[in-house]
């Protein structure tokens, strides 16, 4: 009877320390559980604030460039004795300006065995030409001009250019 008491006592001791350790798991599981559902939630807000401020970013950046862009929308002034095709020989690079009578015109440029093409619009009242060039609508170039004969000279702060018809 010893025996079976004993045995009793030792199982009884064995499921209760099995209880208690099923039982501590369950809480450090369920701190584990809270924890991890807190970290969730506080990468989540994170990642929303994170995303939000991205989304104010680029919004701010595209109303800057519409306001840029309408800050330099160019004048319809046409001068008639610019309307044409005037060439550039330059020691690198060789431009081709065609200026039509709509207020658009194209540029061509060769630079040793490579060449590219941009469109622009343009305003030009006998002074003052200003070129906007359509893939970069922000940035608009303006120099004075005077035409002579068949020689047209764009002059800016940086630079002095003759171009020929």
Partial sequence: MKKSVI?????????????????????????????????????????????????????????????????????????EDLIGTWTFDGDEVDYVYTFNDDNTGVVELTYGDENAEMEFTYSADGETITILMTEFAVDADTASYSIDGDTLTLVTPEETIELTR
């Fill in 7 to 79: 045995k009793n006592i030792v199982a009884v001791s064995v499921v209760a320390a099995m209880a208690m350790s099923v039982a501590a798991c369950s809480d450090n599981a369920a701190e584990t559980s809270a924890e991890t559902e807190e970290t969730v939630v506080e990468t989540t807000v994170e990642e929303t604030e994170a995303a939000e401020t991205t989304v104010e970013e680029t919004e701010a950046v595209e109303t800057e460039a519409a306001e840029t862009e309408a800050a330099v929308e160019i004048g319809n002034e046409i001068d």
